[in-house]
């Protein structure tokens, strides 16, 4: 059984009530509606479908008594009093999606102990800094994995395995409706390069603040499209399609995705061996960066 240690895992954007954080804890713990509502703590995301083979075992959060609340909700062991206590006593540590970008502050200690850690998407804000965060991981031997859930998801897996039969690929498009941009946008670019892998040379981006239009070009050829527009512009939902010389393949529904990617972690925490490369991963940001600010300088190209 993996002791997993979690953090940033209370808050989304400052309120209680953390989508990811909930349905991680609940996934491998559990959890008790009943404690819940008695609480009155928002579990927004909560399952129970569950993943084998890990438990939660330690919370740390600078919102103790919240941290307290989710420890009582999924049956998680110890609420810790700092990041560095986190990391004593499990085998690998998750960072989720609190929606701030230096949420990889509270897992450093996990890395220089050279554990296995998940940092939720994004993993920072610009392409330097993750370089940062993966350099400080290789130096300690840390296994790293940042990513967005859409990389695992069942409609990313369909599309991987229809690329034998679409010959010789020209086009990937994408509509989203999502919500801001600095914390979705990383999910229909994580979808790409879950389907296609590295390449990005060039970033476009002729879209304004709320209807972002990011043309992406590849080292191999393929152009890609992303249309990521606010929900308050266009009903919120999914729509890719992959274009081929031999045919078409669009899907339209995600699937499961947040328990494919956390079995992706257990198996990295098991053998060391990292899903994606920290280049992949310092080139994600990269893309996502540059999009926002060829958007903000008109629609310039941006060399990744």
Partial sequence: MIRLGLTAAVHFE?????????????????????RAEELGFPTGGATDDRVEGARVVRIYDEDREGAEMMAQIYDIDEVCDSPEELAEGTDAVIAADSGEFDKWKLVVPALEAGLPTFIDKPLAETPGEAQEIVDLATQHDAPLM?????RWCDAAREMRQQLSDLGTLELLSGVSGQGKYHVYAIHPVELVYGILGPGTRTVINVGEEDRDIVHMRRDDGTQVVLNMFYREVIAGGQMFTL?????WHTVTELGALYHPMMEAFLTMARTREMPVGAAEMVEVIAVVEAARRSREKGGVEITV
């Fill in 243 to 247: 274009c081929g010389s031999g045919g």
């Fill in 14 to 34: 400052g309120e209680r009530g953390c989508h990811h954080g909930n349905a991680f804890s609940s996934m491998f713990n559990g959890w008790n509606r009943e």
């Fill in 146 to 150: 940042s990513c967005s859930s859409f």
